[in-house]
């Protein structure tokens, strides 16, 4: 039986993405790189998740690591979004002055 092609390293790699994405979305610096690591994780999860189906293999990682993806995503995104606002208000503000 060949395992190769049973979507594992995708899932894995879409777990370490996941948990890297919500990391990064503590640091409000590095918010992009959080949107970042959460979109190339929902690829790899989705690669991973159907190669898994289609090979008979558990899902449970891609799985997880989808979610992941998805939780980093949105709070990477949203905390970007924020920021950059705030930065452009705090402009706007300075400039009036």
Not at 19 to 26: C, G, L, N, P, S
């Amino acid at each position: 039986m060949d395992n190769s092609n049973n979507g594992k390293g995708l899932s894995i790699a879409a777990l370490v993405l996941g948990i890297v994405a919500i990391i990064f979305f503590w640091m409000s610096v590095y918010n992009i790189i959080s949107v970042i690591c959460g979109i190339v994780g929902l690829v790899c999860a989705v690669k991973g998740k159907n190669q898994a189906v289609a090979a008979g293999a558990p899902t449970g990682m891609a799985t997880a690591g989808l979610v992941l993806s998805i939780i980093g995503t949105v709070l990477g995104a949203i905390g970007f979004f924020t920021c950059t606002v705030c930065l452009l208000c705090a402009a706007g503000s300075l400039a009036a002055l």
